[in-house]
């Protein structure tokens, strides 16, 4: 049996470019806040990394997204290994 991602058809270009739009303004928020969007601008599930109580889960809930925590990592950073916080958001469309 085929996988149900395999059967989701591609999103249309309309779809793809507002989403694609979405993302950017998405990762200018994000890496003003000090945080980093990990995910492709093209995907639906966008995962950011954010420095531990930076608050911007919460930021980004004023704003009306809805992060999702995933867990906690680290990220190799110009001050070195430093860590982060996973978050997940969805693009609408």
Known sequence: MA???KKT???SPAVLKKRQELAAAL???VNAAGGWVI???SERLVCIEALPGSGL???LSELGWHPVFLGSGTRVHSDGII???LWQVEIPG
Do not use: G
């Open 9 to 11: 058809p591609p999103p």
């Open 39 to 41: 995910s492709p601008h």
């Open 3 to 5: 996988a149900a991602w």
């Open 27 to 29: 990762d200018k928020f």
């Open 57 to 59: 889960s919460l930021k």
């Open 83 to 85: 860590p982060v916080d």
